[in-house]
């Protein structure tokens, strides 16, 4: 009886959906694409790569969020949140609303940017804590938190503070984050516990997550905007011999201010361009950080969406009506876990650049509904 209901129940809510999808289109770029055929899903598979624009500058906004646009990407935009729409130079907060409402998600990178190991431990809190409040206030949901100065996450205290708030937090450096954090240079690692043994921060960790930055790599080593890229291409690309058998390493590439020249830290607009450009040719996968699970049982990361190919925990089938052109949509009221199911590749944050195949939108939409895929 109660599983008729359910099923009832489940059968309207699709042909709800249904309807509001035909009338509205459901403006994702889900329906945009024709089915892809298996070849191409899996390649986009092995390639992701995640962005941060650090510190909330103006120019991310200017510059950088037009070419985002125009592939379809989006970004991780780690704010300073005394510093929005006061400090000159830096986004005020209807733009970062405004990038948030797009579908960019908006993490903490403190109140006032300051080094977290001189503070006390109230400071800390406060830097820490109140950051989060402060984004919530403007109708933002945190989930990560960028150290200032990359500084803080080998000290036991802050990362306390630090995981009190947030599911996880970014530093730097390092070209790739290994998900299982067992790839690090030699730290040794076998998982991405957050202490060792002795009760010392690990080297990467939730926590820690190591992002690799962009601009510092290209003062440092002089390079000009053509060395730059192809320095770019090659931390993209090295994900691919770890990324055989399951996504094991995600370039996390940081980004400053965007078409400040008179800037070290920049990056040049037409550079930029260019990396975005030779993303979507080659058919990478944009995330976010908010896109990142974590296994607490065995310790390590994954992409949600990845997690749920490999390990299905919802495979669902039955006569549904879906949309043409829709994807092969497996759908039933029936949770049961039979074999990876590759079409079927669902997520709420992940953007493709058109034409995004393997999303399938009312799958989606039953996953949130009925908590499934969690
Ligand atoms: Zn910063």
């Known amino acids: 009886m109660k599983g008729n209901i359910v099923i009832v129940t489940t059968l309207s809510l699709i042909a709800f959906m249904t309807m509001c999808l035909s009338v509205n289109s459901y403006d994702h770029g889900f329906l945009s694409g024709l089915p892809a055929k298996s070849a191409d899903t899996k390649r986009q598979q092995d390639k992701f790569v995640i962005f941060i624009f650090s510190d909330g500058l103006k120019t991310q906004y200017m510059n950088a969020k037009p070419i985002l646009d125009k592939y379809g990407f989006k970004a991780t935009f780690d704010v300073i949140c005394n510093y929005v729409g006061k400090k000159e130079g830096y986004m005020n907060w209807k733009e970062i609303k405004t990038l948030n409402k797009e579908g960019h998600e908006i993490g903490s990178h403190s109140m006032n940017h300051v080094h977290l190991k001189q503070l006390s431990k109230k400071s800390i809190e406060y830097e820490v804590g109140n950051s989060k409040k402060c984004l919530n206030a403007h109708g933002i949901k945190v989930t990560s938190f960028e150290y200032p100065f990359s500084e803080g996450s080998d000290d036991k205290s802050i990362v306390s503070i630090v995981a009190k708030y947030y599911d996880f937090a970014t530093r730097g450096n390092d ?44 003062v440092q080593n002089s390079y000009s905007d053509a060395q730059a890229l192809r320095k770019f291409i090659d931390v993209v690309e090295s994900q691919s011999k770890y990324n055989k058998d399951g996504i094991k390493a995600i370039p996390i590439i940081m980004y400053h201010g965007i078409g400040e020249n008179k800037n070290d830290s920049a990056t040049d607009i037409d550079l930029f361009e260019k990396e975005m450009k030779y993303l979507h040719d080659k058919k990478f996968k944009v995330i976010t950080i908010s896109d990142f699970g974590y296994n607490k049982k065995n310790n ?52 493709t650049p058109a034409p995004a195949p393997e999303e399938n939108p009312i799958l989606e939409i039953l996953k949130k509904l009925f908590g499934l895929g969690k």
């Open 300 to 351: 390590y990361l994954f992409v949600k969406d990845i997690k749920r190919i490999e390990e299905p925990t919802a495979n669902v089938t039955s006569n549904v009506t879906t949309p043409a052109p829709a994807p092969t949509a497996n759908v039933t009221s029936n949770v049961t876990t039979p074999a990876p199911a590759p079409t079927a590749n669902v997520t709420s944050n992940v953007t």
């Open 175 to 218: 070209p790739l984050m290994f998900l299982r954090c067992d790839g690090m240079m030699k730290y040794g690692q076998k998982d991405c516990k957050t202490l060792t043994d002795n009760g010392t921060p690990t080297y990467a960790n939730k926590y820690a997550i190591r992002n690799w930055s962009h601009d510092f790599e290209k």
